[in-house]
């Protein structure tokens, strides 16, 4: 209770986020609030969390949020503390300069969270998940000793462990809003070469990100996946891939690759549309939604108010509400006695949702 009162008080402080909206084709410098791109540098292990392996789709999972769950991959971070009880993410903010600029924000999205789960750990909240600045000696530490920019990564502190959630902040300016995650927990000997050299667990975000988009990414952290990426997906939501703004660049992009010579532009359409790996290849936001193999536990019916879900209106490449269905990329399918009867725009989700609270209790349950 204390802690969400400290929060409380935080959110006070926070300055109003100013989020332009663009209806106009946008440059990929360019974002909507919600919608993250992994950015090539930040992208997970293709075998780790969202990338999951085609050729996993045998290994039988526990979750319908998480690929590669517990199959080696990415985990539901370990429970750890004196006492061995609460799942602790431990954080640390890259620089002072972006602890600055937006720990207020982070905190207000960590709150959500807890708002929505019904507070902290504990018995009544039915988890034990819990969100902990690194400190050392009281003080709080950054994840660096030294950061370069230019590399985007630096000398790392050594009071800091590895395994902790990097937290990086990049400028709207430079990143156009863009935020990303990586998913659940890795462990050590699971992570590539490359995430060792750094930090194996990030969370990157926007100067211009409100709480609910950095929300979403911490449900990535926490291990969930995009809700609209589910194999099921096409009963409930439209995906209309060609609506997407990049969609004409990234078939640019193919043809100019001599590998898909032989490939006409129809089935270059398709595969950016429906392989994961093409549409990486190519940059194209599609892979934000192209649907994950079916592994394993699919749970729960499709949950449309999942704080995981893009809003109709996300990388919209036209202008696109509702009264212009027809240029979203995303909308919803209603139904009457399970017929279809039309569609309606995805509104973008403000907080998480029951189902989101009910993975989380599922996955850091409370055993108090
Ligand atoms: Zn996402």
Redesign the pocket.
Known sequence: MAILTRIGALLLLCLPVVITYSWTPISPDQSFPLP?VRSPELLPDLDNGAQATPGNASVALQSRWLSDFFSGGSQPWPVRGILKKSHRIRYCFATAEMKQKMECRLNEAIALWSEALGGGPGKDSGHNMEFSEVHFAGVHQLCFKQFIYKDWTGTRNPLVSKDVLAVFVKDEASAGGVSSATLGYTPQERASPDDLKRFRHRLTISDNNQAFTIA??IG?VLGLQ?EMARPDRDDFVEFRCTKLRGFAGAILSAQSNPENKDLTIQEISNKLCNDIYFALDNKFVAY?YIMTPDQGDQGESFDVDSI?MYGSTAFAAHYCGKTALDECPLVKIEKLNGVKVGIAEVEIPSHPSKGDVAFVRKYYPWKG
């Open positions: 993250d979403h990414e990535h995009h934000n995981m």
